[in-house]
């Protein structure tokens, strides 16, 4: 389920303390089920009692920017060719099962519009057209990740799975959430937090 932005403001140490894990990476652990999840880093964009939402961020899609950009109608086909290398070379990443055709911009919080979600300290969330327009513009955040779909969980699920060690977590790293290398992202993380994965242990916890 998509998660409703708060009305209530939540200092980050706050949601901490009460096991919220907004702004959080999810490390799969090696015993996943879901094959959709198999070796994903996900980042937690809201968690609250009623549910969490977040986005896969090692998983690539098969289309790119331009193509994006011609299906909801900024440019047209032919103009795809003049689009700056960095443009044409924009990945667009596989956010999760759900909502699979609507798209995502976890972002430096650098830019900011009325549906723009703050989810941590310097990373925001939007979710219109608006954000992809500026960046087609080069008016857009200084660091952006650009996903099709979203992972959700329901009330209760995701502490469930993490009760069934499911997941590892641990606070999000800014340098490789925005990183473009994503083929070792899931390794690297583990190595960032000291996990060896060859002596992980499915009975493990929290990192």
């Not at 650009?146 to 999000?172: D, I, R």
Request: glycine share 8%; aromatic share 6%.
């Amino acid at each position: 389920m998509c998660v409703e932005r708060q009305e209530v403001k939540i200092s980050k140490a706050e949601e901490l303390q009460n096991g919220f894990l907004n702004g959080q990476f999810l490390l799969a652990m090696p015993n996943m089920v879901d094959e959709q999840f198999a070796r994903s880093v996900v980042y937690i964009c809201a968690h609250s009692p009623e549910g969490a939402m977040g986005f896969i961020i090692n998983q690539q899609q098969s289309i790119g920017f331009t193509d994006l950009l011609e299906q909801i109608g900024i440019i047209k086909e032919e103009d795809a060719i003049i689009l700056p290398d960095h443009q044409r070379k924009l990945m667009i990443r596989n956010g999760g099962p759900v909502d699979k055709n609507r798209g995502f911009v976890i972002h430096s919080s650098d830019y900011s519009v009325s549906s723009t979600m703050p989810v941590a300290e310097d990373v925001s969330m939007t979710a219109t057209v608006d954000i992809v327009r500026a960046i087609y513009d080069d008016k857009g955040p200084r660091q952006a990740i650009m996903t099709l779909g979203y992972s959700g969980w329901g009330a209760g699920q995701l502490e469930a799975e993490l009760a069934q060690n499911g997941w590892l977590t641990c606070p999000a790293n800014n340098a490789l959430l925005f990183d473009g290398d994503i083929s070792s992202q899931y390794e690297r993380l583990l190595s960032e937090i000291g996990v060896d994965i060859s002596r992980l242990v499915t009975s493990a916890g929290r990192a």
